[in-house]
């Protein structure tokens, strides 16, 4: 019977620590700049979940989710499941962005400052 959690479902967690030791290295790359409240002194964390669903960058204190896409995302059927995934989260109240890998690499710079131009507070 599972639980009525939405946040780190138990069940989930043997495959988010999987996901957080293998990252992509465009999801390496941005940690690096993210982590330790180093982005405007938000906390973010990797591979949260949601329910069934595993983000990429998650930050509680401003309900805003990550996430980046790599070239398995550029079918029809990867972004009609993209877009379910976003309408979920956007329906709790949770801000969603999402970034081609390659613009982690090629623009750093305006990726992080979209993502902190998504702080509320």
């Not at 949770?94 to 081609?100: A, D, K, L, M």
């Not at 390659?102 to 623009?107: G, L, N, Q, S, W």
Request: aromatic share 12%.
């Amino acid at each position: 019977m599972q639980s009525g959690r939405i946040h780190s479902k138990k069940e989930l967690i043997p495959f988010r620590m999987e996901l957080r030791s293998n990252l992509t290295p465009a999801e390496a790359f941005l940690w690096k700049q993210v982590k330790a409240k180093q982005l405007d002194d938000k906390r973010f964390v990797k591979q949260h979940s949601f329910g069934e669903y595993i983000v990429d960058f998650y930050c509680a204190s401003e309900k805003l989710i990550v996430e980046l896409d790599g070239e398995v995302h550029q079918n029809p059927k990867a972004q009609a499941y993209d877009e379910r995934r976003t309408w979920v989260f956007q329906s709790m109240g949770y801000t969603v962005i999402r970034f081609e890998n390659k613009m982690v690499f090629e623009h750093l710079k305006s990726v992080l400052s979209e993502i902190n131009d998504n702080f509320k507070t």
